[in-house]
Nanobody, 125 residues
Framework: QVQLVESGGGLVQAGGSLRLSCAAS????????MAWFRQAPGKGRDFVAV????????SYADSVKGRFTISRDNTKNTVYLQMNSLKPEDTAVYYC??????????????????WGQGTQVTVSS
């Protein structure tokens, strides 16, 4: 079956960096767009970034543009989120998600077929 497993979360001070990874199995990885969403306590699941299956196109939420970078390695079935200049408002559980077809850069969580279990990111001020 399909599995998405996130890693790399943790506690970091404001201004610091973290890199999240999401390892996928059970699917033809390059056929899927991959995205990161996040959910803060008491809030909905918000779009962060998406990358198409080929890796040739990305989109970002305005709140993270210029600070976060999404990338993927289709030889390792892994998608990454490099997070720099972290702010306390970035604190959330971060989820990776897979969407078929791989050419669509959807920001709507309802469009995603598979989800990971999430990894906690906490940014202290």
């Amino acid at each position: 079956q399909v599995q998405l497993v996130e890693s790399g979360g943790g506690l970091v001070q404001a201004g610091g960096s973290l890199r999240l990874s999401c390892a996928a199995s059970g699917l033809t990885f390059s056929n899927y767009a991959m995205a990161w969403f996040r959910q803060a306590p008491g809030k909905g699941r918000d779009f962060v970034a998406v990358i198409v299956g080929s890796g040739g196109s990305t989109s970002y939420a305005d709140s993270v543009k210029g600070r976060f970078t999404i990338s993927r390695d289709n030889t390792k079935n892994t998608v990454y989120l490099q997070m720099n200049s972290l702010k306390p408002e970035d604190t959330a559980v971060y989820y990776c998600a897979a969407n078929w077809p791989g050419v669509r850069r959807s920001i709507n969580p309802a469009d995603y077929d598979y989800w990971g279990q999430g990894t906690q990111v906490t940014v202290s001020s």
